[in-house]
């Protein structure tokens, strides 16, 4: 089991054996305190931590590190045999892991592959590249060999303005462009979130699901409550009452939307 949850050196590394127990960890949900001084992180940091409990990140991450581990295990024996059939086993698997070390940072942008069952990383290996979601491509007039190749990758656009033109309408326009490809793609516009105490609530939510899968809506919903995740109800007949079993359910479910959304 994991001891640590705040080191960047995990206690237990992450492998498809562990994947389904609760290795990764992941704090106490029912103690605010036992997140740390998540008052002051920052937003790499909130998007890290949604990302690491994101089925998706984890399974990617996992398969990634049983790569490694099997290229390490090809490199002992490229070394101890030294055939064409360990040299071409060897590349087969180093071409995979630039194949899936590619289609990890088209998604989430992350320059290594972080290990979901580690929180408390430094801030400069937080970073994603292009996090503020623009490609800014610089041509020199004199050069070609001055021009970036980059190209957008998936889920984002770029856009060219001219320097010639002025900027008022340029940036208006590209404004509007933009908003109608993101609803396109998401079916929303997505706003920015700045309520660190929801977004504590919400990583509390989804520890609590994940510590008891098998609790029911009610039993669930009774956990929250205790935990102070859930408020009273009105009740129609006057008063307050407990909160039905389905608020559990839809808290959850917005939970699962910033975590699936971040």
Aim: hydrophobic share 30%; proline share 5%.
């Amino acid at each position: 089991m994991v001891k640590r949850k705040n080191s960047a050196t995990p206690a237990t590394t992450v492998t498809s054996a562990t994947q389904g127990a609760n290795e990764w960890g992941l704090p106490n949900w029912t103690d605010a305190s036992d997140y740390g001084d998540w008052e002051n992180w920052k937003f790499s940091r909130w998007r890290w931590e949604f990302n690491r409990r994101n089925s998706d990140y984890r399974t990617q991450a996992v398969e990634f590190f049983e790569i490694l581990k099997t290229r390490d295990a090809l490199t002992s024996d490229l070394r101890a045999n030294k055939t064409p059939e360990a040299r071409n086993r060897f590349n087969k698997l180093a071409d995979l892991q630039a194949q899936r070390f590619t289609t990890f940072l088209r998604q989430w942008g992350y320059i290594e592959v972080l290990d979901p069952s580690t929180s408390d990383y430094p801030d400069e290996r937080l970073k994603i590249l292009r996090s503020d979601g623009l490609n800014i491509l610089d041509g020199s007039p004199s050069s070609e060999e001055g021009r970036s190749s980059l190209s957008p990758l998936i889920g984002q656009t770029t856009i060219t303005f001219s320097l010639d033109k002025p900027l008022g309408e340029q940036l208006k326009s590209a404004a509007t462009v933009l908003k109608k490809k993101q609803k396109s793609l998401h079916g929303k516009l997505l706003q920015t979130r700045h309520h660190d105490v929801k977004r504590l609530e919400y990583l509390r939510t989804l520890d609590a699901r994940e510590a008891r899968p098998e609790a029911s809506w009610r039993e669930y919903t009774e956990a929250l409550f205790n935990a102070g995740l859930l408020e009273r109800h009105k009740n129609p007949e006057g008063g307050y009452c407990d909160p039905p079993p389905q608020a559990g359910r839809d808290k959850l479910k917005a939970a699962n939307a910033l975590r699936f959304n971040f």
